[in-house]
């Protein structure tokens, strides 16, 4: 039994109750506030310059890529945003992947990407999961393809909502350019009893993996990349 007077039992669990609140108040505002720009973890064939990332030349031979870490797993949700701008590059001719939500390291299994692989069509997929099953795919509308190769400055949402467990298909993978929706894929899955891992890095990219696109194509993202973790 406390020693303490009622009144100051009172008054302490009042206080730890006013901490409680507080800290709690403060976890949502932490959810809520916008987040601030991050440095890209992984940087391939890009060089800053003047708070934007350029392509380095010849990088259409390779990859230009700016991939960010995160930590997240089952049932969680981060929205990315970034503004990004492919000049001299209108219409891609073979394999190219735009975006990709990576596992392990950079190039682990599984993946999912936004990309046109040999098919011609352009959507998104996640490879190794399920052997490849055509009904993962989602097809995004070709005013897509056409905005992002257009040449001018774009913001890009994605909305990535993972499943409950591995090999649920209970996610929701949503992208918006400009405010326009473009893909919103419900029942969205991401790995299998096969390939288990959850994806931890979100790369923005260009990748024309199959072929050389001609001239001197220029990829370029403002380094004011943000991801927010909603509850």
């Known amino acids: 039994m406390s020693s303490l007077p009622k009144c100051a039992l009172a008054h302490d669990r009042h206080y730890r109750n006013q901490i409680l609140t507080i800290l709690a108040l403060g976890l949502c505002l932490s959810f809520a506030s916008p987040s601030r720009a991050l440095s890209p973890n992984y940087v391939k ?16 031979k390779s990859i230009a890529a700016l991939g960010f870490r995160t930590t997240l797993g089952p049932r969680q949700t981060a929205v990315v945003t970034f503004q990004r701008r492919i000049t001299g590059m209108k219409k891609p001719s073979g394999n190219v992947k735009v975006w990709r939500a990576w596992s392990g390291s950079i190039g682990g299994n599984p993946n999912n990407y936004d990309g046109q692989p040999y098919y011609g069509w352009f959507f998104n997929y996640p490879e190794y999961v399920d052997g490849q099953t055509s009904t993962l795919r989602r097809v995004f509308p070709q005013w897509y393809v056409d905005t992002i190769f257009d040449g001018n400055w774009h913001t890009e949402e994605r909305t990535i ?61 403002r380094n004011t990349v943000t991801i927010k973790i909603v509850l």
């Open 45 to 60: 064939n890009f060089t800053l310059k003047n708070g934007v990332y350029v392509s380095t030349p010849g990088w259409q």
């Open 161 to 221: 909502k993972f499943p409950t467990a591995v090999g649920r298909s209970d996610g929701r993978y949503t992208v918006r350019v400009d405010g326009r929706v473009a893909l919103d894929a419900l029942n969205w899955k991401v790995n299998d009893a096969s390939s288990p891992a959850w994806p931890n890095y979100f790369v923005i990219q260009v990748d024309p993996s199959n072929w050389t696109p001609a001239g001197s194509p220029v990829v370029e993202v």
